[in-house]
């Protein structure tokens, strides 16, 4: 009923990345809501988008994300990458399932030692821009560097090209975390660093 209401929700639905903006401007507790929620879906839905490009990077030896991860990780031509792998954050063990216990690193690139044991693990998470943070439990893994971290997730027995792994890894197994990586895009869905 009110068409100055409406103005600012039909701008929310055309302008979801400015919604918390255009909402504040508008003010009124509905409008917060809906610019949130809007806000939000489009974030989540950007970043799964960049995290599906950036994994087709380095699944590509030629890519720029590629070979600007390799700078950092010479033997990474040697290692299996696999996404969507969950861990328990520093300190915590199987189930750890409570909130807060475990997160989520979309990529982590696997060595194996000369008898099929993981020698350790690289992680590397995908954020919109250089500003977005990683989460508690990824700050937590990115600074216990050189420790190990355990495997929350069920049995991974591929990586992230559909090949079998040599040695699947096992929930409750513990791997040691060599390395963290924040691959970072420009926040238009365009790779632009590591960090």
């Known amino acids: 009923a009110d068409p100055e209401l409406f103005r600012y929700y039909n701008d929310i639905v055309k302008e979801p990345l400015n919604a918390l903006d255009i909402a504040k401007e508008g003010g009124g507790t509905l409008l917060?809501?809906?610019s949130r929620s809007a806000f939000f879906r489009e974030i989540t839905e950007a970043g799964n988008v960049f995290e599906a490009k950036i994994l087709g990077e380095l699944l590509d030896k030629t890519s720029p994300t590629y070979k600007?991860?390799?700078e950092l990780v010479p033997d990474l031509?040697?290692?299996k990458v696999l996404s969507q792998v969950q861990f328990c954050i520093p300190g915590k063990s199987t189930p750890c399932n409570e909130a807060g216990e475990y997160f989520i690193a979309d990529f982590v690139f696997v060595k194996y030692?000369?008898?099929n044991r993981i020698?350790?693990?690289?992680v590397a998470d995908s954020k919109l821009s250089q500003n977005t943070n990683l989460t508690g439990g990824q700050e937590l893994?990115?600074?216990?560097i050189g420790n190990n971290l355990v495997i929350r997730s069920t049995i991974i027995s591929q990586d992230a090209n559909k090949v079998d792994l040599v040695t699947p890894l096992q929930s409750g197994a513990s791997v040691k975390n060599s390395a963290f990586y924040k691959v970072y895009?420009?926040?238009k869905g365009n790779f632009s660093g590591i960090e």
């Open 32 to 34: 917060d809501k809906v």
């Open 68 to 70: 600007k991860l390799e």
């Open 77 to 79: 031509s040697e290692r």
């Open 113 to 115: 030692d000369s008898r």
């Open 119 to 122: 020698n350790d693990i690289i």
């Open 141 to 144: 893994a990115q600074k216990g």
């Open 185 to 187: 895009g420009d926040g």
